[in-house]
């Protein structure tokens, strides 16, 4: 397996053991980082693509795939991304979610509810509002690795909780 270094500068540490990465190397960091962001990415791709068509349908599936991930060792698209992905790209096998990656999941499912009821009840305006913020949310990390509610989880359990 080549090496195929990506900087990690003590700020992108510091976001990363924010999510719970805590214990790599920065070669490691490194490795994982595209993996590590590819459920994100996926994730926010199916909420705008629900958002751009008004479909309460598609972002009940992305809620119920973000269920899965707030539930299963890993998320769902992280299988994917193990399994083919990271062979196409030559990158090391991602680690388990971790306890900040699975609130986070749990975040989206409760703020992806609310969401699909609102476009379902007909309230557009406030869906579109709702929905843009979760995006936001989801543009932070995969361009940053800024997770917000990894912050929050760790405000109220602890940073250290891997």
Not at 22 to 47: M, N, P, Q, V
Not at 108 to 134: C, E, K, P, S
């Amino acid at each position: 397996m080549t090496n195929q270094n990506c900087i990690i500068t003590p700020a992108a540490r510091q976001r990363l053991e924010t999510q719970g990465y805590i214990g790599y190397t920065d070669t490691e960091l490194g490795s994982f980082k595209f993996g590590i962001r590819f459920a994100y990415y996926l994730c926010g791709f199916i909420a705008v693509l629900g958002l751009l068509l008004t479909s309460p349908t598609i972002l009940f599936s992305a809620m119920v795939i973000a269920l899965m991930g707030a539930i299963l060792p890993r998320h769902p698209f992280d299988y994917l991304y193990n399994h083919v992905i990271r062979y196409w790209i030559n990158k090391p096998q991602i680690p388990l979610r971790t306890k900040q990656g699975h609130f986070a999941c749990g975040m989206a499912v409760v703020w992806l509810a609310v969401t699909t009821w609102l476009f379902y009840a007909g309230l557009n305006t406030w869906g579109y509002v709702l929905g843009y913020m979760l995006v936001g949310t989801a543009i932070l990390v995969v361009t940053m690795d800024v997770c917000i509610p990894s912050m929050i989880y760790n405000f109220l359990f602890s940073r250290k909780s891997g």
